[in-house]
Nanobody
Framework: QVQLVESGGGLVQAGGSLRLSCAAT????????MAWFRQVPGKAREFVGV???????TYGDSVEDRFTIFRDNAKNTAYLQISSLKPEDTAVYYC???????????????WGQGTQVTVSS
């Protein structure tokens, strides 16, 4: 079992930046691939990126380079840094973890509660 707790969302003005955190606890959490997804109401969950324990990262095809994923293995925490925020970045952001690498939400067994990011224009 892996438990994920997200933090860092909120209301931000366009052009600002935000760092989301995802703290993992539980057995095997330190070895897990950790991914970020986001979802807008009425739309499918979108893959943002995934990072391995060793720091290898894959970003989603539609993800701009304003998004940066990194992790601190000592803290068992993954981060999603978003810069130059745009109103279209408004979404609920989820972190997920699994023992295998994947870009599909259906592959992930463990999920955070989600954190709302709202970008005002």
């Amino acid at each position: 079992q892996v438990q994920l707790v997200e933090s860092g969302g909120g209301l931000v003005q366009a052009g600002g930046s935000l760092r989301l955190s995802c703290a993992a606890t539980g057995r095997s959490s330190s070895n897990a691939y950790m991914a970020w997804f986001r979802q807008v109401p009425g739309k499918a969950r979108e893959f943002v990126g995934v990072i391995s324990r060793l720091g290898s990262i894959t970003y989603g095809d539609s993800v701009e380079d304003r998004f940066t994923i990194f992790r601190d293995n000592a803290k068992n925490t993954a981060y999603l840094q978003i810069s130059s925020l745009k109103p279209e970045d408004t979404a609920v952001y989820y972190c997920a973890a699994d023992e295998r690498w994947s870009e599909s939400e259906y592959s992930y067994d463990y999920w955070g509660q989600g954190t709302q990011v709202t970008v005002s224009s």
